[in-house]
């Protein structure tokens, strides 16, 4: 369920900016950052071989960010993430990016309904079948190690 590099060897640019935006709509879904969310996006965003600079990626994630944030309409945010789905052919790779958007919304321990309602809008669009959805939510239960993911508590500064 991972992205690795033989993923983003076989993307376009318009694939991986698909996959960036998609990485920031998992951030920014339910429209309350957490600092354990931004941990987790530096640590998995800044971890994938985007074949850039970190600087340059740096004004990728900013440009997706205000993108994803223009949108005001229900309408106007289906429409986008159909053409994010449009950018990413692979049923595979769809699985893969779901995954780990899934993966990143997770971190501070929870998936409130406005997430479950962006996972869902994904799951959909993405063609996701309920058969394969039920493999992505069991390998985000689980984690790389098999073994009941326990979220470590949020830190709390006095």
Same mark, same amino acid.
């Given at each position: 369920?991972?992205?690795?590099?033989?993923?983003?060897?076989?993307?376009? =640019?318009? @694939?991986?900016?698909?996959?960036?935006?998609?990485?920031?709509?998992?951030?920014?879904? %339910?429209?309350?950052?957490?600092? /354990? =969310?931004?941990?987790? !996006?530096?640590?998995?965003?800044?971890?994938?071989?985007?074949?850039?600079? *970190?600087?340059?990626?740096? /004004?990728?994630?900013?440009?997706?960010? %205000?993108?994803?944030?223009?949108?005001?309409?229900?309408?106007?945010?289906?429409?986008?993430?159909?053409?994010? /789905?449009? *950018?990413?052919? +692979?049923?595979?790779? *769809?699985?893969?990016?779901? !995954?780990?958007?899934?993966?990143?919304?997770? +971190?501070?321990?929870?998936?409130? @309904?406005?997430?479950?309602?962006?996972?869902?809008? !994904? &799951?959909?669009? !993405?063609?996701?079948?309920? %058969? *394969?959805?039920? &493999?992505?939510?069991?390998?985000?239960?689980?984690?790389?190690?098999?073994? %009941?993911?326990?979220?470590?508590?949020?830190?709390?500064?006095?």
């Amino acid at each position: 369920m991972h992205l690795d590099a033989s993923d983003f060897a076989a993307m376009d =640019e318009a @694939q991986r900016v698909a996959v960036l935006e998609t990485m920031v709509v998992g951030l920014i879904a %339910d429209d309350k950052v957490t600092p /354990a =969310e931004v941990r987790r !996006f530096d640590e998995i965003v800044l971890g994938l071989p985007w074949g850039v600079e *970190r600087d340059v990626l740096g /004004a990728m994630i900013s440009g997706a960010r %205000d993108r994803l944030l223009a949108l005001k309409t229900p309408a106007a945010i289906q429409d986008y993430v159909m053409k994010l /789905a449009t *950018r990413l052919p +692979s049923p595979a790779l *769809r699985e893969k990016v779901v !995954f780990t958007m899934a993966t990143l919304m997770f +971190s501070d321990g929870e998936l409130v @309904q406005t997430e479950k309602n962006v996972l869902g809008l !994904f &799951v959909v669009a !993405f063609g996701i079948t309920s %058969d *394969r959805a039920a &493999v992505i939510k069991e390998a985000l239960r689980l984690g790389p190690t098999g073994v %009941d993911k326990k979220p470590e508590p949020e830190a709390t500064s006095n």
